[in-house]
């Protein structure tokens, strides 16, 4: 069966890529490439692992149907989109220019300042005895699932390791935008400021954020090429193999740190292939034992899918629900190992059944399709940012579901606007302080 399923995949794939402009990047067609390329992965782990399963046809037949809405609702879009006329953004009309270097070297400053402040709270959650991963497993099995303040780091600092991911996201547009134009030294304090917000997003424990803001700085590269060729023009072979290697070097940090954020279990004696087979592959495994066994649904509407939108209002006393944390259960995988059971479509059935899991799909994959079809056509620098933070969601849909629970929350809101404020105040610069006479006095300038 799981056979059948990578044909179809790769089958449904080709499709998609053939009737969505040839672009490798539209949604639609990227989700049927991670879904083709983590069902090979999972074949890859059972027979690595000498560890067969046996698919039940109820969970096929539910990621074939999905992945058919994908194809033909990817289709759909790209074809009316073609159609419509969209007046496409003048870049010249808004002139932005580099990150100044005293600000990059600010930013520097903060960060390192962010990092020493982190440590510091890493060794008051986690103790000081013992290696540094095995005070980062403690760290980690604290802080995420804390519910009290002593597991919590200080409102200042949670704000600061917020902004890290934007300041990420902003210096990796910097650095793709100006590439050419950009001198050495001003490279150089970039991938500074991105190593040290790499180096921040790991130290909190967790490696998902680090890969999601890489998938999105992908995207960002993207639709800023379209924007400076005026139109999608197809990747050359060697291209394509350039962004596969830089893929793999991301999923290399992502094993070669499992000890440095605290992962430790039976998974840390696998080597390098059978860890990234392990998360990305094994997911069907879970999803097939989920569909055989579900749990007790829950009587809360949208609890896994809408999590964080649920959680706001629980705060702030808007419903009369006691609050929780979202919980994955754990499901046997084979070889006597275990795994979280993610991907998108299993809070999809949990919270909606199998009919509101097909149209919760379909919806993202609908929303997500119009979006990108809209900003490769607009081409405006605010199209490009904003679509690209939420570009990691249709990605990593096989792995587990963020449109929903991420996107649609006050979250998503803050991290957006503070984008726009720092894109505002740092590159386009239309809000700008400047010195002006003898006395030292500021004046806020906004050109009309």
């Known amino acids: 069966m799981i056979y059948f399923l990578l044909f179809i995949l790769i089958i449904l794939f080709g499709i998609s890529y053939c009737f969505t402009g040839k672009d490798i990047f539209a949604p639609s067609t990227v989700q049927l490439l991670t879904f083709a390329g983590t069902v090979f992965m999972c074949l890859y782990f059972m027979w690595s692992m000498n560890a067969f399963y046996i698919f039940h046809w109820i969970t096929i037949c539910a990621i074939v149907s999905a992945m058919m809405l994908t194809t033909a609702l990817g289709i759909a879009v790209h074809i009316i989109f073609n159609k419509v006329e969209i007046r496409p953004h003048t870049p010249e009309t808004v002139p932005i220019s580099p990150i100044k270097g005293m600000v990059s070297f600010f930013i520097t400053g903060i960060l390192l300042i962010t990092i020493g402040w982190l440590l510091q709270e890493i060794r008051r959650i986690g103790g000081t005895s013992g290696s540094f991963s095995e005070i980062m497993h403690r760290f980690r099995s604290v802080h995420a699932y804390s519910t009290d303040e002593n597991g919590a780091f200080p409102w200042l ?90 893929l793999g070097a991301v999923m290399g940090v992502f094993f070669l740190t499992k000890s440095f954020v605290g992962r430790t279990g039976q998974n840390n004696t696998l080597n390098v292939m059978d860890y990234c087979a392990y998360y990305t592959g094994t997911q069907y495994i879970c999803l097939d034992e989920y569909f055989q066994n579900p749990p007790i649904a829950s009587n809360i509407w949208g609890k896994e899918t809408f999590y964080n939108l649920i959680s706001f209002m629980i705060r702030y006393k808007l419903v009369d629900i006691q609050p929780y944390i979202g919980h994955l259960e754990f499901r046997p995988i084979g070889g006597g190992f275990y795994n979280n059971v993610y991907t998108s479509l299993r809070l999809y059935h949990y919270d909606f059944g199998w009919i509101g899991m097909l149209l919760m799909h379909s919806l993202s994959i609908i929303l997500l399709s119009v979006y990108y079809e809209y900003a490769k056509k607009k081409r405006s620098n605010f199209s490009i940012l904003n679509f690209s933070l939420i570009y990691y969601t249709i990605v990593m849909s096989f792995f587990y579901e963020r449109f929903f629970t991420n996107i649609f929350s006050m979250n998503y809101v803050k991290v957006l606007v503070e984008t726009l404020i720092f894109y505002e105040l740092f590159i386009r610069k239309k809000v700008r302080f400047t010195f002006r006479g003898t006395v030292k006095t500021y004046r806020l300038l906004i050109p009309r």
Not at 175 to 185: A, H, K, N, Q, V
Not at 198 to 209: C, I, S
Not at 213 to 239: A, E
């Open 157 to 246: 600092l949670s704000q600061l390791t917020d902004l890290t991911k934007i300041i990420f996201f902003l210096f990796g547009f910097n650095l793709i935008y100006f590439f050419p134009i950009l001198s050495l030294g001003q490279k150089m304090i970039n991938f500074l400021v991105l190593g040290l917000c790499a180096l921040e997003m790991l130290l909190n424990g967790a490696r998902t954020p680090l890969v999601n803001y890489s998938i999105n700085c992908f995207m960002l590269f993207h639709l800023v090429r379209i924007q400076k060729k005026g139109k999608y023009k197809q990747y050359r072979f060697k291209s394509l193999l350039c962004i596969a290697l830089l």
